[in-house]
């Protein structure tokens, strides 16, 4: 707490993370808008079209986000990522980077991955060493809340991803998954059409209405 709130002189205080595992996804109806007396609703069925793991980095002070979506979470990718924010940031100004705690484990696609092992390779340490400037602090064990960066994942996965839509591919998103395994490949249901066509007399009406 006190690097946010007392941050050194001509220093940046960056709280860094990554949000693995984003689906990238193609809703095959139009969901349903808010209206009096209904929530808001959307299709069950969609397209995948791949994955990717978002980088980001959130300046305290400016409240600004260094990011970048890679295919894959590795300490190659993190490291991409490090000379991105070498190239964002000023020269001349120390980088204080949040991260999670090194005793805090992760869990992806049902593996335990080893406590906050893209920071700990040998080529990370190396181009640390290469950049002083870089100072490195870790939360307190399962106190990740405390890197801020949490704040700005929780609100893209409220506003942005959990209902977004996803219909063009970007090399970002990583290889494109088998057709069988998508549901959306699927003919669509009788409940799809009924809600496509409910859809449809929703915009209609509230056309009308403007």
């Known amino acids: ?15 860094v993370d990554e949000k693995s595992q984003i689906q990238a996804l193609d809703r095959t109806q139009p969901g349903l808008p808010f209206k009096k007396g209904r929530a808001a609703a959307m299709t069950h069925d969609y397209k995948r079209h791949g994955t990717t793991t978002l980088f980001a980095a959130l300046d305290v002070k400016s409240g600004q986000v260094i990011g970048e979506c890679l295919p894959l979470h590795r300490a190659t990718e993190f490291l991409k990522f490090l000379r991105k924010t070498d190239q964002a940031v000023p020269p001349r100004r120390e980088v204080h980077l949040v991260l999670d705690s090194e005793a805090d484990q992760k ?15 040998p080529d990370v340490k190396a181009w640390l060493d290469k950049h002083p400037r870089f100072k490195l602090h870790f939360t307190p064990t399962s106190a990740s809340c405390m890197n801020l960066v949490e704040r700005f994942f929780a609100e893209i996965t409220s506003r942005r991803i959990r209902r977004g839509t996803t219909r063009t591919r970007s090399p970002s998103w990583g290889p494109k998954p088998p057709r069988t395994s998508s549901p959306g490949n699927a003919a669509p249901s009788t409940n799809s059409t009924k809600f496509a066509e409910t859809a449809r007399k929703c915009q209609t009406q509230n056309t009308s209405t403007d």
């Open 1 to 15: 707490m006190g690097l946010y709130l007392d941050p050194p002189d001509r220093a940046v205080v960056l709280c």
């Open 107 to 121: 869990t992806v696609r049902g593996t335990v991955v080893p406590p906050n092992a893209t920071h700990k390779t």
